[in-house]
């Protein structure tokens, strides 16, 4: 199975400022898919930002962005101007294009905006 | 559009009853909907995935005669935990993945906080 690996249990930002979550993940597939998920108290999983494997441009949503390596096989979320409403637990995931698109999703960080 | 809802929400139930969850997808049809468990401030872990009109396939150590999934229809996945014991109390998270358009990408259900007594 695919392992991902978030190495931040918490991050702490102050609001307005740039807060960057990393991710890494093994795989031997060539192509796959990653993601982004908050999920703010109220536990309602969001996606936040998608990377497919075989683009080579970082996706950008927003104030979200990725930086995508698939050499080092790194996937890490930037939140920029960050907000209040940011604070959230948030998950990487990888899906590959078999096992009927299964999400393996990382321990998570626990991002704290202070105002 | 793409909403997943579940019902009920919150349940609370006595240690030896069944309770049953269902996962509903709103506004599309998901040929493939996911159950997953998770614990205050962990992350989702994967139970099963079920299909429509097929046997669920559950992860390695779910037991499946405790957690019973049905895919009876293209809109409704639903979970019975049986004979649920207080160790069953969790948060239990649905979700589902369309039949068109974007295939990998799944739609979360808000939720279900089951608590055995």
């Known amino acids: 199975a695919q392992t991902v690996t978030q190495s931040q249990p918490e991050m702490s930002v102050q609001e307005a400022e740039t807060v960057t979550l990393s991710c890494t993940y093994d795989?031997?597939?060539?192509?796959?898919?990653l993601f982004w998920y908050k999920q703010p108290p109220s536990r309602q999983m969001i996606l936040v930002i998608r990377?497919?494997?075989?683009?080579?441009q970082n996706a950008t949503e927003n104030r979200f962005s990725v930086n995508f390596q698939k050499a080092a096989k790194s996937f890490s979320l930037k939140i920029s101007d960050s907000q209040l409403g940011d604070a959230a637990m948030y998950f990487c995931?990888?899906?590959?294009?078999?096992?009927?698109?299964?999400?393996?999703f990382g321990a998570g960080t626990t991002v704290t905006v202070r105002a | 559009g793409a909403v997943v809802s579940q019902h009920p929400s919150r349940v609370i139930c006595k240690s030896g009853t069944s309770v049953k969850i269902e996962c509903r997808s709103l506004?599309?049809?998901?040929?493939?909907m996911f159950w997953y468990r998770q614990f205050p401030k962990q992350s989702l872990m994967l139970m099963a995935t079920?299909?429509?009109?097929?046997?669920?396939?559950?992860e390695q150590g779910v037991e499946k005669d405790k957690f019973l999934i049905n895919h009876a229809s293209l809109t409704l996945s639903t979970l019975t935990v049986t004979s649920a014991h207080p160790e069953d109390s969790s948060f239990y998270i649905c979700s589902a993945r369309t039949t068109s358009g974007s295939l990998y990408e799944q739609y979360f259900g808000p939720g279900t906080r089951l608590t055995v007594t």
């Open positions: 795989t031997s597939e060539s192509d796959y898919y």
């Open positions: 990377q497919e494997a075989y683009k080579q």
């Open positions: 995931a990888y899906s590959g294009l078999v096992r009927d698109y299964k999400l393996s």
């Open positions: 506004d599309f049809q998901a040929t493939t």
């Open positions: 079920s299909n429509e009109g097929s046997k669920a396939t559950y």
